[in-house]
Each structure stands twice: as C-alpha cells, then as structure tokens.
Nanobody
Framework: VQLQASGGGLVQAGGSLRLSCAASGGTVSRSCMGWFRQAPGKEREFLAAISWSGGTSYRADSVKGRFTVSRDNSKNTVYLQMNNLKPDDTAIYYC??????????????????????WGQGTQVTVSS
C-alpha cells in the first residue's frame, strides 16, 4: 500500500491545519494507523495513533490537547487535526500503517517498529 500525507503548509503560531493520509494500492481499514514527524536535526517522533476501528487512540504527551487523530475507513483515509500550532511543530509529517491487522486486536501502537516503512510526508511550517 502507498501512503500519501497531505494538507501541510505554512501557518502562524496558534493556527490550525488538518492533515490527511490517503492510501492507494491497498486498504488501511483493517490496520492501526500512526502519525509521525521529523523536524530538522531531530529524530523521528511518534505523535498519535488510531486503532483499526477508530475505537482506540493514543497521543504523545507533546501533542495531547492540541492534536486529534481520526479515520474514515469508507474512504481509506486517516486524519490529523492540529490546533494551537507552535513553531516547534515545524516538521515533515508522515502517516504509517501498522504491521499488525485487526486479527491482533483493536490497539493503537506507539512504537515505530510496529509500523511499515515510511511513505511520502507533508511539510508543516509554523511561523512565530
């Protein structure tokens, strides 16, 4: 499956963006989906994940209260709503599909090793 993140752009601090992750060549509706980012000079960072059903989600402390993950399995798409953006949120944002499917349960994984390879990201730049 190919994953393409989109919806990034330039926004002022305090603003909002909604990222989308569209899948092609396969389905993501039976897998946990995660959002990650990589800022310049920093390691890749887990942000949020949502279980295959959407019934369970998990967010990193750094984005709790500001970012919300959701999904629409009928559209094979996952979203990341980002509010109250800060300059430290400037990064390339990626979505990833978990290696496990619904057979393993309805979980939201935070560990990078639980996910497949990285797809195309989208740049988010927050100005102060």
């Amino acid at each position: 499956v190919q994953l393409q993140a989109s919806g990034g752009g330039l926004v002022q601090a305090g603003g909002s963006l909604r990222l989308s992750c569209a899948a092609s060549g396969g389905t993501v509706s039976r897998s946990c989906m995660g959002w990650f980012r990589q800022a310049p000079g920093k390691e890749r960072e887990f942000l949020a994940a949502i279980s295959w059903s959407g019934g369970t989600s998990y967010r990193a402390d750094s984005v709790k209260g500001r970012f919300t993950v959701s999904r629409d399995n009928s559209k094979n798409t996952v979203y990341l709503q980002m509010n109250n953006l800060k300059p430290d949120d400037t990064a390339i944002y990626y979505c990833r599909r978990s290696r496990r499917t619904y057979y393993s349960g309805d979980y939201a994984y935070s560990a990078s090793y639980e996910y497949d390879s990285w797809g195309q990201g989208t740049q988010v730049t927050v100005s102060s």
